[in-house]
């Protein structure tokens, strides 16, 4: 137990260190790069987006930070002997890492939970603050939409000639209302709007107003009724949103798993192509295992003394391995988005190869 300890707190003392070092040089790296654009910005806007975007640098630094982490701590205890030392009183090398291999589980889970609850939030905010500049990384933000048909339930199909969700405004709007299948109501307006009664601004009880059109009904005798109209509202006509028809949170960095299904059940309604919130969907569940993984790698390489190679060389093969399986991770994920494969093998592929790749590597070194 006390071993378990003394490595545990190496190891700990190590990786805040790797990790705290490497979002400094993420961060650097980023304000320089962008400097252009800060500079043309309050100082507000920039500690507010680089608060924001700390949780996913944190996010996307932990599996190489874990890597470095492993290798210094395991590398330098077996340079030492000290490794050696422990298996020679008879406990196994399995045993003696079971601890570290822990650590690399709850990790991977606390990345899954901060991808359910924190960088939502955080990305969203940090693209927002991004978008009235230039960054190196533009990120496509869609407020504005034109000749679009959206089919926001099995009752109710929208067409578009154009749609402002910053406005919440649309210009030529055709709404049809089906029953059973049939055309029960057909609205034709030159605008329409999102309204709030009274004073009360918030999203929850606003409601569409149609302007300047004509209502139609389709009767069960074959005749149609006309008419027309100056204003209309939609209050509990239709239950769609201003966010069903744009949602404002349009990557799966944005989004947590429920507003990833919500969103590739609403492009499923309109018959878009939901590959690539698919691929982001998988992505969620098992991007969090690179930690485990990456762990695991570092582990077997360090963990047993050689004479052959020191610390500096188990660390460059470490890096060489892990950025191999970022490559694989990222071509994975291209390939599930661009349809070559299904969502899932595309979100995954990385994982099982290189997480084969890493318990062969575990099960080789112990029986060395």
Same mark, same amino acid.
């Given at each position: ?53 700390? #949780? ?6 932990? #599996? ?34 079971? #601890? ?64 402002? $969700? ?72 239709? #239950? ?71 610390? $500096? ?56």
């Amino acid at each position: 137990m006390k071993f378990t300890w003394y490595m545990f707190g190496i190891f700990l003392k190590i990786f805040l260190m790797m990790t705290l070092g490497a979002i400094m040089i993420f961060a650097v790296i980023d304000f320089v790069g962008n400097i252009r654009m800060w500079l043309s910005r309050g100082m507000q806007d920039t500690l507010e987006y680089y608060l924001n975007y700390l #949780p996913y640098i944190l996010y996307l630094i932990l #599996p190489i930070s874990l890597l470095i982490s492993v290798v210094v701590t395991l590398g330098g205890m077996s340079r030492h002997l000290e490794l050696t030392a422990i298996q020679g009183a008879g406990r196994s090398g399995l045993v003696m890492l079971r #601890p570290l291999l822990v650590l690399g589980l709850a990790l991977s889970f606390g990345m899954y939970w901060m991808g359910e609850t924190i960088l939502p939030d955080a990305n969203f905010r940090r693209l927002e603050l991004a978008q009235p500049g230039s960054t190196r990384k533009k990120v496509s933000r869609v407020k504005e939409k034109s000749q679009f048909v959206f089919v926001s339930s099995d009752k109710h199909s929208w067409y578009f000639q154009f749609y402002s $969700s910053q406005l919440q405004e649309a210009r030529k709007v055709i709404l049809l209302c089906l029953h059973n299948g049939d055309v029960a109501e057909r609205y034709d307006a030159e605008n329409m709007i999102w309204a709030h009664p009274g004073k009360d601004t918030s999203s929850a009880n606003g409601f569409w107003e149609m302007r300047q059109g004509f209502r139609r009904r389709f009767l069960s005798d074959g005749s149609i009724q006309v008419e027309p109209f100056a204003k209309m509202s939609l209050k509990g006509v239709v #239950p769609t949103r201003p966010e069903d028809i744009i949602f404002a949170r349009q990557t799966g960095d944005e989004m947590n798993t429920s507003m990833i299904r919500q969103r590739i059940s609403a492009q499923k309604r309109s018959g878009e192509d939901t590959a690539v919130l698919e691929t982001q969907l998988y992505f969620k569940y098992s991007g969090p295992f690179m930690a485990l993984i990456t762990l695991m790698i570092g582990a077997a390489l360090s963990h047993r003394y050689s004479r052959s190679g020191g610390i $500096s060389t188990k660390f460059g093969i470490g890096l060489f391995i892990s950025f191999g399986y970022y490559i694989v991770f990222k071509i994975g994920l291209q390939m599930g988005e661009g349809g070559v494969v299904s969502p899932m093998l595309g979100a995954w592929i990385g994982n099982i190869v290189f997480g084969f790749f890493a318990l062969l590597m575990l099960v080789r070194s112990f029986r060395l």
